[in-house]
C-alpha cells in the first residue's frame, strides 16, 4: 500500500509558474501509474495528466486544458512524482491531488484509483 503527500502549491499570479511534487512511501512507486487531478469548488474533480510506469516506458497523456502548459514527470529513483505548470490562469484554481493504481484503464475516471493524496491548494489571482 502506498501513502502519497503533495506539496509545492501555493499562490501564483495569472501567467506564473509552480511545480506540483507528490512524494510516495510504503509502495513500489515504479508500479504505479500515476495522475494529477484537481478539484474546484462546486465542480467534479478532473484528471490534469497521467504518466504510465518505466516497463511501459513513462507515457504521458493531459487533459485539453493541460496539454501544451503543463508537464508531467516522475523520479522513481526517489519514489516522487511531479507537476510543472506554467502560464497559470485563474481556472486552474484548485486543490492538486497525486493518485496512484495498479490497473489499467481511462485514466479521467476518479474510481479506477486506489490511493490519493490529501491534495495541495493552487490559487492563481492577481
Known amino acids: 500500500q502506498v501513502q502519497l503527500v503533495e506539496s509545492g502549491g501555493g499562490s501564483v499570479q495569472p501567467g506564473g509558474s509552480l511545480t506540483l511534487s507528490c512524494t510516495a512511501s510504503?509502495?513500489?512507486?515504479?508500479?504505479?501509474?500515476m495522475a494529477w487531478f484537481r478539484q474546484s469548488p462546486g465542480k467534479e474533480r478532473e484528471g490534469v495528466a497521467y504518466i504510465s510506469t518505466p516497463a511501459r516506458r513513462h507515457y504521458t497523456y493531459y487533459s485539453d486544458s493541460a496539454r501544451g502548459r503543463f508537464t508531467i514527470s516522475r523520479d522513481n529513483a526517489k519514489n516522487i512524482l511531479f507537476l510543472q505548470m506554467n502560464n497559470l490562469g485563474p481556472e486552474d484554481t484548485a486543490i492538486y491531488y497525486c493518485?496512484?493504481?495498479?490497473?489499467?484503464?481511462?485514466?479521467?475516471?476518479?474510481?479506477?484509483?486506489?490511493?490519493w493524496g490529501q491534495g495541495t491548494q493552487v490559487t492563481v489571482s492577481s
Open positions: 493518485a496512484a493504481r495498479t490497473g489499467l484503464g481511462e485514466w479521467t475516471i476518479v474510481s479506477t484509483y486506489d490511493f
Open positions: 510504503g509502495g513500489d512507486f515504479g508500479t504505479y501509474f
